[in-house]
């Protein structure tokens, strides 16, 4: 009786030979705009205690209260597989006292991320961000730093139809403030709020602005708004990310509701959306953090940072580019040429040559029609014949030309080839 496979975990996928070079593609242009703006990456573990999450992105959140992977283990710690890297970052940040080795710490990440949210196109369990967190600066240039450096990255991605929206929701005191006013505001209008809209009145309200409801949005239309509450230094803080982002003429639009969906926000927040995406269009989040490091325990410490998602920047990347080719296959027949066979394709990889020669024991023409699939520049032919004369003849497959080349030449000579 045959067994029915296993299949992989709704909302998680496999990335195969036929996509993995372009993510492998995507992370080398990460890696570099990285080099240029200076950033190191940080690797953090895949698990980590479910506290954390609970401390930092806040429990009422969508994240924590619906889509963690949480569970006990076997000695009754209680353990997440990480939804976001914020909090891991600034954990490990306050844990190997990088803020004591240095004023100013600018990582990067790319990593493997856990939601249990409905999956669709652009949304899975598992998925991929690209991010950075920047720690020890308070003042507006980094702000700037951080949003040019996303942008930048998608510039280098040749990505279009991005845009950049931008808002403040100022420092705590602004934020009490405004939580208060938006509830009085909405108080009389509460039966008419959708579900999640009063839940979020009693628990997130400041979550309120980010509905989807045409009905609601109408509503806060005439409402309290974020920018009323803000202090002076919340306000000339914002008013300077946005002229230093006009002088290095990166295009933002204003976006007084964009309040992100996790707590430890404080002040500029912003959103990279691409018109190429369906309706998860959010390629990018990010935004400041300046409480975070104190609330987990550390010494007080301003932060920012974005992160941005692989899978939907791999579906807006139009770019045209193909994987790289084999450029030699040796076909071989008999058992006498097999050893001379293997050894040359050695003697061709340690020399830097893509080479590959066949292990089916396939007759000469399927080796050719193997050769051609796997779209090789040159064929070196080794048959019983070619050993007798201590030759092998070489085909270059794109002009049909061919040549016998001694034994001990082979190597010189395919050196001599213009390789692709
Ligand atoms: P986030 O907005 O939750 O922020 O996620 C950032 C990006 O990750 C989103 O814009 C989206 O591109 C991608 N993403 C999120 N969920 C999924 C999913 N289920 N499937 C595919 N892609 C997804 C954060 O995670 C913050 N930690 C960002 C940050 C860093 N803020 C400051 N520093």
Request: charged share 30%.
């Amino acid at each position: 009786m045959s067994k029915r496979p296993i299949r992989s975990i709704k909302g998680t996928q496999d990335i195969l030979p036929d996509q993995s070079f372009r993510w492998q593609a995507l992370e080398s242009i990460i890696r570099d705009t990285m080099d240029k703006y200076n950033y190191h990456e940080i690797r953090t573990p895949a698990f980590e205690n479910t506290a954390l999450f609970l401390h930092s992105v806040g429990e009422e959140t969508d994240i924590v209260s619906k889509e963690m992977y949480s569970w006990e283990d076997q000695g009754g710690e209680n353990l997440t597989l990480k939804p976001e890297l914020t909090a891991p970052v600034a954990r490990s940040f306050i844990q190997n006292n990088l803020g004591g080795l240095n004023p100013i710490n600018k990582l990067y990440y790319i990593d493997s991320l856990f939601r249990r949210e409905r999956p669709q196109k652009g949304r899975y369990r598992q998925f991929h961000q690209f991010g950075i967190e920047a720690f020890g600066s308070e003042f507006p240039e980094i702000d700037v730093e951080v949003i040019a450096l996303a942008m930048s990255t998608f510039k280098n991605l040749e990505l279009n139809g991005l845009t950049l929206e931008l808002n403040s929701i100022g420092s705590k005191d602004c934020r009490d403030n405004f939580r208060k006013a938006i509830k009085e505001y909405l108080k009389p209008n509460f039966d008419k709020l959708s579900e999640t809209s009063q839940t979020r009145f009693n628990k997130n309200p400041l979550r309120i602005l980010d509905t989807k409801s045409p009905d609601e949005k109408r509503l806060l239309k005439d409402g309290p708004k974020i920018s009323d509450y803000w202090t002076s230094d919340d306000k000339n803080h914002f008013n300077e990310v946005c002229e230093l982002l006009d002088k290095i003429n990166i295009k933002f639009e204003l976006s007084p509701n964009l309040v992100r969906g996790l707590d430890y926000y404080t002040r500029t927040t912003f959103e990279v959306t691409s018109n190429l995406l369906g309706a998860q269009n959010a390629i990018c989040g990010g935004g400041r953090y300046d409480g975070l490091v104190e609330q987990l325990g550390g010494k007080p410490t301003p932060g920012i940072g974005f992160a941005a998602g692989m899978e939907r920047l791999l579906l807006a990347d139009q770019r045209n580019f193909e994987p790289t080719k084999s450029q030699i296959y040796i076909v071989g027949l008999g058992d006498s040429v097999r050893s001379l066979i293997v050894n040359l394709a050695e003697e061709l990889r340690k020399n830097n040559f893509r080479t590959n020669f066949d292990v089916l024991r396939r007759s000469i023409k399927s080796q050719m029609r193997d050769a051609n699939k796997l779209d090789a520049q040159y064929v070196i032919i080794i048959g019983e014949e070619e050993l007798s004369k201590n030759i092998a003849t070489i085909k270059d497959l794109s002009s049909g030309d061919q040549k016998e080349i001694p034994f001990e030449s082979i190597l010189n000579h395919i050196k001599s080839l213009p390789l692709k």
